[in-house]
């Protein structure tokens, strides 16, 4: 089974607080687990990226959090605000393939 | 400026009318793709093409054609045999497989209703 499983759907958020959205996978020879964010009517943009030699990326306010045991990985925004109001999308690859298997989204809103 | 282009933005079609979105891009990558986006499901892909006249069928093939003439262009065809095509359709290319930095770029979408 290839699926990547994405929460929650739906989060909304203070402004200043913390967004975490979760991720988990099944496919063992993933590699590669890109963060893509999307606006509305946009098409979506790579956010950030992390691979499973790592347990964690940061870069900025967003941080991936990653657990190669549970094969679960998680995005978190920090002092997040309005401006980060769109949809996120997770996603694993595997090296030498040309496919990505995507998450089914989350919708988040920050409240100004 | 370099990036891939998707035209049109908006397309209206009747049922039983075959329709070709437009997809080029001129960041001079090996890969290219066609998702589907609806809501609620993610993006799914419908073909993906390696190299020049090559493709793949992806998770969702059913009702598309696709070719691959020249490394900038993968325009996707939408047949009368697809049988929900209203969607966001997306394009998007990567330098060449999954490894290193070859991540995808996406073109910024054709939402295709069917009247």
């Known amino acids: 089974q290839q699926q990547v499983k994405q929460s929650p759907q739906s989060l909304i958020v203070q402004k200043g607080g913390i967004s975490i959205i979760n991720c988990a996978y099944e496919?063992?020879?993933?590699?590669?687990f890109p963060w893509y964010q999307q606006f509305p009517g946009k098409g979506p943009a790579l956010l950030i990226a992390i691979r499973p030699d790592v347990s964690e990326k940061k870069e900025g306010r967003f941080t991936i959090s990653f657990n190669k045991s549970a094969k679960q990985f998680s995005l978190h925004i920090m002092d997040s605000q309005p401006g980060d109001s769109a949809t996120y999308f997770c996603?694993?690859?595997?090296?030498?393939?040309?496919?990505?298997?995507f998450g089914t989204g989350t919708r988040l809103k920050v409240l100004a | 400026d370099g990036g891939i282009t998707q035209s049109p933005k908006y397309l209206f079609r009747k049922e039983g009318q075959n329709v070709t979105l437009s997809c080029e891009q001129n960041l001079n990558h090996d890969a290219m793709y066609w998702y589907r986006q609806d809501p609620g499901q993610g993006l799914r892909l419908i073909y993906y093409?390696?190299?020049?006249?090559?493709?793949q069928k992806g998770d969702i093939a059913e009702g598309y054609s696709v070719s691959r003439e020249k490394k900038e262009s993968f325009p996707l065809t939408v047949t009368s045999a697809q049988k929900n095509p209203t969607a966001f359709y997306l394009c998007?290319?990567?330098?060449?497989?999954?490894?290193?930095?070859?991540?995808?770029?996406f073109g910024p979408g054709t939402r295709l209703t069917v009247l």
């Open positions: 496919n063992t020879a993933f590699d590669y």
């Open positions: 996603a694993g690859g595997t090296s030498g393939t040309y496919k990505y298997i």
């Open positions: 093409s390696q190299i020049v006249n090559d493709f």
């Open positions: 998007a290319s990567s330098p060449k497989g999954l490894a290193g930095r070859n991540e995808q770029f």
